[in-house]
């Protein structure tokens, strides 16, 4: 029987597996430098949680109603578009960095660290453009199950209040 977990550790067991071939067997760091090590990880990671998605929905989707296929076939249409896009605006933009800046920066860790900060400020600007335009209403859906979470959150004074509170109601009752 399939379950969760066994998904989850076959998916964590990919994604550990991608980075290990390009990492260590192909030493990717060392023939194109460390950001791509990074990126490396970065893709099978992302590898992994897409195949596990795509398992867990082909394997609970009878017990689970809300995996319709025709919703899920969209969903999964636009999820590729982001990604690839996502993928291709980073790395262009780490590119047209390096392409452009690289002569001028001599301190290589400042580099790496512009570089990576680049490539993710653009992948994250073109990942929200792309949930606007395509209208991906979950992403909506999980900021707001987030935000609301955030505001439920005790502050200090509330905490010291209700300490107080359960002595109110016991007089009151």
Not at 42 to 61: D, E, N, Q
Not at 151 to 157: A, F, G, I, M, V
Request: hydrophobic share 55%; with cysteine.
């Amino acid at each position: 029987m399939v379950t969760p977990i066994v998904l989850g550790i076959v998916c964590s067991s990919i994604s550990v597996a991608i980075s290990f071939i390009i990492v260590i067997l192909l030493k990717v760091h060392i023939a194109y430098g460390p950001v791509y090590a990074i990126a490396a990880v970065a893709l099978g990671y992302v590898i992994s949680r897409a195949l596990k998605i795509v398992l867990f929905i082909h394997f609970f989707r009878k017990k689970i109603p809300i995996f319709t296929s025709g919703k899920s076939a969209v969903f999964f249409i636009k999820l590729f578009i982001i990604t690839a896009v996502v993928a291709i605006t980073a790395f262009l933009a780490k590119e047209s960095f390096s392409i452009f800046a690289g002569p001028l920066w001599s301190a290589r860790r400042k580099m790496l660290i512009a570089q990576i900060l680049i490539s993710s400020f653009s992948g994250g600007a073109a990942f929200l453009a792309l949930v606007y335009i395509l209208k991906v209403k979950e992403f909506k859906t999980a900021v707001s199950w987030a935000l609301a979470k955030i505001k439920r959150r005790k502050t200090p004074d509330s905490l010291q209040n209700q300490g107080s509170e359960p002595e109110k109601q016991n007089e009151d009752s």
